[in-house]
């Protein structure tokens, strides 16, 4: 199985999905033919993979690399006379996080041209993308989300249902970009404002002491099973920021597994099943999930995590070979109707 890598996306999370793909680079190795990028005037590059290197995108290098253009079953460099090759894959890997790769856009583009891929589908991504739209969903599943009040921009904020410390998120933003604990009620215009820089929408929660947080990733595959990863138990101060997620993203060693009984992870496993299908077949989703006072919480459903979480797989090649893709049905075009009509003209 060779793969394709697309990254990059115009995003506030670009530089995550590059450093994503370079992390991705050092555990396939071989099986990645070839690597896909994404610029923010969302131009397609080939990158070569001597290249994938972090300054190489960030002196703008790429713009050195072939360009590509999107066809049906696949990428295409730009031939004379419109011709081109094909960039050869047996499935492409979506990996860029946030706008684009996440919102629903790439999926939408990669559905219409008939590329199979890893990664969310449109309606993964309209449940995913939004914070808002995820507890909607999680809370019709039959799963628990804690307390929250959505904001627009336009709107005043009635937060008195809510308890200080208060957590302010993006509301269409991962990777911890843009969010602020608020302490006080003075301070919530303050941290209001800085969080609406990134989103004109934010989801304002309890910041609650004490409750513990656990990331589970996995996937459906083709006989209907699941493949999953370990629990993980991220380790973090107060609140897991940009920084403490990032600056040593690049890795590529197992983490160790939380420890907690098997009762609670047979119970993360069960919602993550409630969770994951019909939605998400075809994607490595993570869920992560707040316990509380032993009660189990969804924070939020990441569609495609960093790196695509192959440091929680004990076996992840063995995931990408297994994952079922959905496939759909052809609908045959036969102008019946249209020639009935024509007869009884």
């Known amino acids: ?48 993979t001597k290249d994938m290197r972090s300054n190489f995108f960030a002196n703008n290098q790429y713009k050195k690399c072939p360009k590509l253009i999107l066809k049906p079953r696949g990428f295409y460099t730009q031939g004379l006379l419109g011709g081109g090759k094909q960039v050869a894959f047996s499935t492409l890997i979506n990996l860029v996080h946030g706008g684009d790769g996440e919102d629903g856009l790439l999926a939408s583009l990669l559905d219409f041209f008939e590329v199979p891929f890893i990664g969310p589908r449109v309606e993964a991504c309209v449940l995913s993308y939004s914070k808002y739209l995820t507890k909607a969903f999680a809370q019709e599943r039959g799963i628990q989300v804690l307390p929250y009040v959505f904001l627009d921009r336009h709107e005043s904020a009635p937060l008195g249902a809510l308890d200080f410390p208060l957590i302010a998120k993006p ?14 009620t003075k301070d919530v215009d303050y941290a209001l404002d800085e969080t609406f820089e990134f989103d004109s929408q934010v989801i304002v929660e309890p910041f609650k002491a004490g409750v513990k947080e656990y990331n589970l990733a996995g996937c459906m595959v083709e006989n209907g099973d699941y493949l999953f990863s370990i629990v993980e138990e991220p380790k973090k101060k107060e609140l897991l920021g940009f920084e403490e997620k990032y600056l040593d993203f690049g890795r590529t060693q197992k983490v160790a597994r939380a420890q907690i009984s098997a009762v609670l992870e047979e119970q993360m ?6 969770i994951y299908a019909p939605f998400f077949i075809g994607a490595i989703i993570r869920c992560d999930f707040f316990v509380l006072e032993d009660t189990i919480f969804l924070n939020e459903i990441n569609p495609i995590p960093g790196s695509l979480a192959h440091y929680l797989f004990e076996d992840f090649t063995n995931v990408l070979e297994n994952i079922l893709l959905p496939k759909r049905a052809p609908i045959p075009i036969t102008y019946h109707y249209i020639n009935q009509i024509q007869k009884h003209k």
């Open 1 to 48: 199985m060779v793969y394709g890598v697309l990254f990059g996306g115009q995003s506030y999370e670009h530089e995550i999905s590059i450093v994503s793909a370079i992390a991705l680079k050092e555990v396939l190795g071989t099986q990645i033919g070839h690597f896909i990028f994404l610029d923010g005037a969302r131009h397609f590059y080939l990158i070569p």
């Open 171 to 184: 509301n269409r933003l991962g990777s911890s970009i843009g969010i602020r604990i608020v302490k006080e």
């Open 269 to 274: 496993r069960a919602l993550f099943k409630r």
